[in-house]
Structure formats: C-alpha cells, structure tokens
C-alpha cells in the first residue's frame, strides 16, 4: 500500500524560503519507473503541477515557478524534499506530495498525500 | 504554455448520467487522467489513460477521449459524489504538465 504524507512549516513570511519534507511508503525511489511530485492548491482554487523527480534523479519542473523551486531525495531513503524560495502571500495553498509512474512515456500521478496548508504572511 | 479547458460545473439530478468535458489540443497524442476532489480532501484518481478504472473505483465511473475532448461519465450520479473534478494531462511532448481548471458536479 502506497502511502504519502507532507511535513513543513504551516506559516512562512514574506521573501523566505519555505521547505516541505514528503515521507513515503510502499515503494522504493530507486526503483525503476517511480517517482514524488509536487502540486499545490490555492483555497478554492484548481490544482497546480509544480514539480517531480523520479528514479534515476531526473527532474521536471513547472516553467513558470522553475526558478524558485528545487526538488531533491532526502537523506532518508524515502524521503522527497521541496523547497521554494522567496514566498509571497499568493503562494498561500495546500501542497500536495503525490506518487508518479512513468512508462513508456507517459506517467500518471495515482496516489496522494493528504496535504499540508502552507500560509504566507508576516 | 498549454491548457486543459474544462467547465466550472455540470448538475444532475440523482440517477442521471454526468458527463465532464476536459478539451486540449494534445489529447489526441496524451492520455487523459481524472481525478475525485471532495470537500477537504486529497484528490483521488478516478480514471487514468483515458479509459482505465483503478481498482476500488465504482463501475459508474468512465472515460473515453476523442479528437481534442476527453470525457469523464457518471452513470446514475449519486449524492455521494458531488465534488470537484480534475482532468490532468500533458502537452504533446510532454514537457508541460497541467490540471484543468476543475468542474463542481452538483447532484440534487
């Protein structure tokens, strides 16, 4: 049974960096195939793609924030971490760690984590 | 940039069919996914490639995808399943990774 769950700070203020910690279980990063993602959710607002890694270290980010992201494998092995730099109040979301299976080309986000409200503000 | 227009919300009355659009100029190349977003909760996978059903999903739950336009249908819309949906898919490389805009299924 795949399981994910988010770690981080709910506040950050305004300019600083904000570090989420994604802990996973039921598979394996190192195996072939497998891969953490990262989307946010603005309250009542849609769902936002921001970021995975998979694997074999390869890394997918969203054009329009990929200059404030960085996406990295923890120090634990099943660990997934995000941090993003220089907040603003308009990145004030949930942010949702989720399991992503790529084959043949295509990949499909399956399983989520239950998400963590992150709020910027000072 | 790339986007996945769908339509803020479809109503049903129970036992009808609910039919969510989800239209992108890829989708003819890409597989559409479909997601479950209920009031409060983590979104959960309804439908994947198009027309494929993970196990625990309810039969009442399709897909099907044709030209630019992928569909999710609901046959007999329960209550139980007012919330958001999401379509989510990529441009033609698959570089760009993008959710639509979510459409509210109101069923009473």
């Known amino acids: 049974q795949i399981t994910l769950k988010e770690s981080g700070p709910t506040l950050v203020k305004p300019t600083q960096t904000l570090t989420l910690t994604c802990t996973f279980s039921g598979f394996s990063l190192s195996t072939s195939g497998m891969g953490v993602g990262w989307i946010r959710q603005p309250p009542g607002k849609a769902l936002e793609w921001l970021t995975v890694?998979?694997?074999?270290?390869?890394?997918r980010y969203s054009p329009s924030l990929k200059s404030r992201l960085t996406i990295t494998k923890g120090t634990a092995k099943n660990q997934v971490v995000l941090t993003m730099t220089n907040m603003d109040p308009v990145d004030t979301a949930t942010y949702y760690c989720a399991h992503t299976l790529r084959f043949g080309g295509y990949e499909s986000i399956d399983y989520w984590g239950q998400g963590t409200l992150v709020t910027v503000s000072s | 940039s790339y986007e996945l227009t769908q339509p803020p919300s479809v109503s049903v009355s129970p036992g009808q069919t609910a039919r969510i659009t989800c239209s992108g100029d890829?989708?003819?190349?890409?597989?559409a996914y479909w997601y479950q977003q209920k009031s409060g909760r983590a979104p959960v996978l309804v439908i994947y490639e198009d027309i494929k059903r993970p196990s625990g999903i309810p039969e009442r739950f399709s897909g099907s995808s044709s030209g630019t336009m992928a569909t999710l249908t609901i046959s007999g819309a329960q209550v139980g399943d007012e919330a958001d949906y999401y379509c989510y898919s990529t441009d033609s490389s698959g570089d760009l990774r993008v959710f639509g805009g979510g459409t509210k299924l109101t069923v009473l």
């Open positions: 890829a989708l003819p190349k890409r597989y």
């Open positions: 890694i998979f694997w074999d270290d390869n890394k």
